[in-house]
């Protein structure tokens, strides 16, 4: 039996035996979550192993690749950005990089972009994985892509595309890369061990990604099968071959690669503790260690506005009832329910899970290192146990 170190608080004792259970069922290689609520840590939990070929012990300064969770981060800072006056959601992209705008791009607003409209899921172009970590090289290729359909009509999951996007347009009002952006706006002032670019010093400390189990479920299957036959979807979330599709292969792009870590990929490398990321959420909507809550009314008024939902473009993959506010994940879908419908977040190809909760003033992060297959609930388990406790 894997045994759980860490707390929870009375009345989060729902969340604890979800968590163990989870190990229980054979479902977790390590994992960690944490919850804070009005500010405070209510739930820090973790257990299993960062590598079952060691047998090495998840523990406090165990960090893991968020994958997608790396998005609401991305967001977080953009939200960040407008309220410092640098950024304006609702102007022309344009307005910060003029060579955004060729090939029929000149009237994506930014916050197409964030809301996942701008038509940009896949790039034409071929790079390799130098190109990806030197950054320009995407840029440019950006630059020159046509938009699948017309930017701001319809909305399509940009899986990778994301982070350049975003990252681009911050750098242009911020004057930082994700890099430094991510440090600047929220892990220094949180003290929150969170990285996009990890630093040499602690990649020791990552937890090495296990494959995800073996798909039976007839439904699963005819998912995946579905998913293999969109050339499109499979060439923007492998940036057209150059990472790969199930994120192991064993190169500098394997996701559990030293090379992968220290590059910026911002739509799917940030590198946290399930600590930070709980953190910086209930900074978003509390009062944190002395530290005033990062985001104003007006902000998570946006936040958890839908600006994309339906049936979505149908050269990707939209789970059903998936909704995206300017950067978030909002109230889940029927396949990620998060707490409620005040609830705004990003989840992860791991399973993993951080977000918002802005009426219950709560932040959730939840990390693992066993990759999850398309009937996953080992999160959405968690949410329900923390549901159940907040409502008792």
């Not at 009345?11 to 390590?30: L, M």
């Not at 405070?40 to 969770?69: C, E, I, K």
């Not at 909002?330 to 918002?356: C, E, T």
Request: one cysteine or more.
């Amino acid at each position: 039996m894997t045994e759980i170190h860490g707390f929870a608080d009375e009345g989060f004792g729902p969340v604890a035996d979800v968590f163990r259970d989870n190990f229980t069922r054979g479902t977790e290689t390590g994992a960690a979550l944490a919850v804070y609520h009005r500010g405070r840590l209510v739930v820090d939990l973790h257990g299993g192993v960062t590598d079952s070929s060691t047998g090495h012990l998840w523990n406090t300064g165990t960090v893991a690749v968020g994958f997608s969770v790396t998005k609401g981060l991305m967001a977080l800072c953009g939200h960040l950005a407008q309220q410092r006056g640098l950024l304006d959601f609702d102007a022309p992209v344009t307005s910060l990089w003029p060579e955004f705008g060729a090939h029929g791009k000149e009237r994506t607003t930014i916050r197409d972009v964030f809301a996942h409209r701008a038509g940009l899921v896949a790039l034409d172009t071929d790079l390799t994985f130098e190109d990806l970590a030197r950054w320009t090289p995407v840029i440019t290729a950006v630059e020159a892509q046509r938009p699948h359909w017309e930017p701001g009509t319809d909305f399509g999951y940009h899986a990778l595309t994301f982070g350049w996007l975003t990252g681009e347009i911050l750098r242009r009002a911020t004057g930082l890369r994700p890099h430094e952006l991510l440090d600047e706006y929220l892990a220094a002032p949180l003290k929150a061990d969170a990285w996009i670019g990890l630093p040499r010093s602690a990649e020791s400390r990552v937890a090495r990604i296990h494959p995800a189990p073996e798909v039976t479920d007839p439904e699963a299957l005819a998912l995946v099968e579905k998913v293999m036959n969109m050339p499109v979807f499979l060439r923007s979330v492998t940036m057209g071959g150059v990472l790969p599709a199930r994120f192991l292969d064993d190169g500098p792009s394997d996701y559990n690669s030293s090379a992968f870590h220290a590059a910026e990929i911002p739509a799917a490398n940030g590198i946290m503790s399930a600590n930070a990321l709980a953190k910086i959420y209930s900074a978003a909507v509390s009062t944190v260690d002395g530290t005033p809550r990062l985001l104003t009314d007006e902000s998570i008024t946006d936040a958890l506005t839908p600006r994309s939902s339906g049936p979505g473009w149908p050269g990707v993959l939209t789970p059903p009832g998936l909704r995206f506010s300017t950067g978030f994940l909002v109230g889940g879908h029927p396949g990620r329910p998060l707490l409620s419908g005040s609830s705004f977040g990003h989840d992860g190809g791991n399973g993993g899970l951080g977000f918002a909760d802005a009426e219950a003033e709560i932040g959730f992060g939840y990390l693992n290192n066993q990759l999850a297959n398309p009937v996953d609930q080992r999160a959405d388990r968690l949410t329900a146990a923390l549901r159940k406790s907040l409502t008792r």
